[in-house]
């Protein structure tokens, strides 16, 4: 297997296979017709610049899966397909093309759902390419439903129905994934897909297959004059970027420039508004104080691309009083889904801020400062990154802060690296930590809020951009439900730092459930009773770093701040393997965020 090099974001990877396979003499690809539906269907998705393939191959995916790789898509083998679908959705986030993960017909499918939900749950363009079995065979071993799997997860199934249609069936999925951001779940019934290619789609398909981008959805004027009169209004605007703004960094900068408006992101968008004066960072549970006061502090509050749900806006109480309300996106549907707006405004990012800032020329010829003050300059810089606060260091008895910990880290880790996170109590500190150098340097697959997603997601994100220091935050628990993609990276030989927040249990509930109990012990909760039973979410302490040398990873273990001097001789090395740092945490008596978190449950 091959790892692509990568240049930007959307750019093509380099082939994972020879440069002259399934060329002719002349050079250029080979005119000769894919001989099966099977191959047909992987030759079109190469053709229509699917960017790399994930995937664990049995017999009902072989054949498609190596024509994916014939035509020239690069190929990682998982060691799970619930990695492998994992992998390929932030493979797509991170480079601006569609994914792929290749299944196996029933259980290899159901064994990638929970990562499909998650990929679905974003909005993410990913086709997953699962054989199923024949109609006619009833009692197979592995016939399940696959389309109402797939629809319960919240993915589009597609199938291909015959070998006439096959190339109309592929372009269909591939232009739903792409032009509608959806996960697509594409199903190729045994029967189908090795059956011969017709003569008359063999004929057509000496042309490369191709499928016409989505045009931008402009707003309407209305929409943009009462949007551009309520930024006029304003005293103290700001803005909330979220994953449909991540195209509009430059708009929103010009706008927020003329508007006097602070800017902030939601966790998905981190790091669209970096080293930006006016950036307050993550909108919701993650915002440092300041942060949360000045956008409490907001008369108006515009969302753009952004779900302002119960994570960004604190369940609302990030929106005081009084605080006007809006919200853009390119659905309908979207608008005012989670709580009730003023103005809801259909039309792409970009456009839209593009449109309203010639609109509030005319009302306002010249920039204000407004919420751009510099008093508020000076406390952003000085207290808008939790790394700025001043926190007790809770370091002691061979366990470290997890504060100190990333705070540390932070500081050692090159500052061009691709961090992603899994779920649970620790989150936080990554996420706000580590600083990272634009939005397609974080991936946050959180959108299912399942735990063990972390390491794949980091293999993904690493694939998608080499050029960074590929960069996991993980909890025990997710990293070691994960782990079997351990042995992936090693094998990829990738330079991932796994950085283990070790508190020997399922934090989140130990603290929600515990309400500070020690590790393993029993504890009043206010909301269940006295005498909690904690033993099932607690473990004995387990040598995660000894666990990692086993699949070849380089480790260590850190209980204070000395031992991360291996972490820096590691980064001074740079070998093209794996470091796993197995961080013995102190107890944080619940991460900040935890109390907002548990509220949606």
């Known amino acids: 297997m091959v790892v692509a090099s990568h240049v930007s974001p959307g750019a093509p990877e380099a082939s994972a296979v020879p440069a002259d396979a399934g060329r002719d003499a002349a050079g250029g690809l080979a005119q000769q017709a894919a001989g099966t539906v099977a191959q047909l269907v992987g030759r079109t998705l190469a053709e229509l610049g699917v960017g790399h393939v994930f995937g664990v191959v049995g017999s009902g995916n072989f054949e498609v899966t190596n024509a994916l790789r014939l035509a020239g898509v690069p190929f990682t083998a998982a060691r799970h397909e619930g990695g492998a679908a994992t992998m390929a959705d932030a493979y797509a986030r991170m480079s601006g093309r569609v994914g792929v993960v290749s299944t196996h017909q029933g259980c290899g499918l159901s064994n990638a759902v929970t990562g499909i939900g998650e990929a679905a749950k974003s909005r993410t363009p990913l086709i997953v390419l699962t054989a199923d079995t024949q109609a006619s065979a009833v009692r197979s071993n592995f016939k399940i439903d696959q389309d109402a799997l797939a629809r319960s997860v919240g993915a589009v199934s597609e199938r291909i129905h015959s070998p006439a249609t096959a190339v109309a069936d592929t372009l269909r999925a591939f232009r739903t994934a792409r032009n509608e951001r959806r996960t697509v ?16 789609v063999r004929a057509a398909a000496a042309q490369p297959a191709t499928v016409a981008e989505a045009q931008p959805v402009r707003p309407a004027a209305p929409s943009v004059r ?9 005293e103290r605007p700001v803005f909330v970027a979220g994953r449909g703004a991540r195209n509009a960094r430059e708009e929103l900068l010009s706008l927020a420039a003329h508007a006097g408006a602070l800017l902030a992101t939601s966790a998905v968008a981190n790091g669209l508004f970096q080293d930006e004066e006016f950036a307050l960072g993550i909108s919701g549970g993650f915002s440092s104080p300041l942060s949360a006061e000045l956008i409490q502090g907001a008369d108006l509050i515009v969302g753009w691309g952004c779900a302002l749900n119960m994570w960004t806006m604190r369940h609302g109480h990030l929106i005081s009083d009084g605080t006007a309300v809006v919200q853009v996106d390119v659905e309908d549907s979207a608008l005012g889904a989670n709580r009730p707006i003023g103005l809801g405004v259909v039309g792409d990012a970009a456009l839209t801020a593009s449109d309203v800032l010639t609109e509030l020329r005319t009302l306002q010829p010249a920039p204000e400062d407004k919420y751009r003050t510099a008093r508020n300059a000076a406390a952003i810089a000085e207290r808008s990154r939790w790394n700025d606060v001043e926190t007790p260091d809770l370091s002691g008895g061979g366990r470290i802060d997890p504060r100190v910990l990333s705070r540390e880290l932070d500081a050692i880790l090159p500052a061009e690296r ?6 649970g109590n620790f989150m936080g500190y990554p996420s706000t930590y580590l600083k990272v150098p634009d939005e397609f340097g974080f991936c946050f697959t959180q959108a299912f809020q399942s735990i063990g997603l972390g390491l794949s997601t980091a293999i993904g994100a690493a694939l998608a951009r080499p050029d960074r220091l590929a960069v996991l935050g993980a909890g025990d628990g997710g990293f070691l439900m994960g782990i079997s993609e351990l042995e992936t990276a090693v094998r990829l030989e990738l330079p991932l730092v796994c950085i283990i927040y070790n508190d020997a249990g399922y934090g989140a509930e130990v603290h929600h459930f515990g309400a500070g109990a020690a590790d393993g012990g029993s504890a009043v909760d206010p909301f269940v009773g006295p005498a909690v039973d904690l033993s099932t979410v607690t473990f004995p302490d387990t040598d995660v770093a000894a666990i990692a040398r086993g699949f070849g990873a380089d480790a260590v273990t850190v209980r204070s701040v000395a031992d991360l001097e291996e972490v820096r001789a590691w980064v001074r090395e740079s070998p093209p393997r794996p470091l796993v740092i197995d961080a013995k945490i102190a107890s944080d008596g619940g991460a900040w965020w935890l109390a907002e978190a548990f509220k949606g449950h």
């Open 226 to 234: 009462r949007l551009a009169h309520l930024i006029n209004a304003a």
């Open 185 to 200: 779940v594409l199903n190729l019934p045994l029967d189908v897909q090795s059956a011969p290619s017709p003569a008359s």
């Open 418 to 423: 691709i961090v992603s996170i899994d779920s």
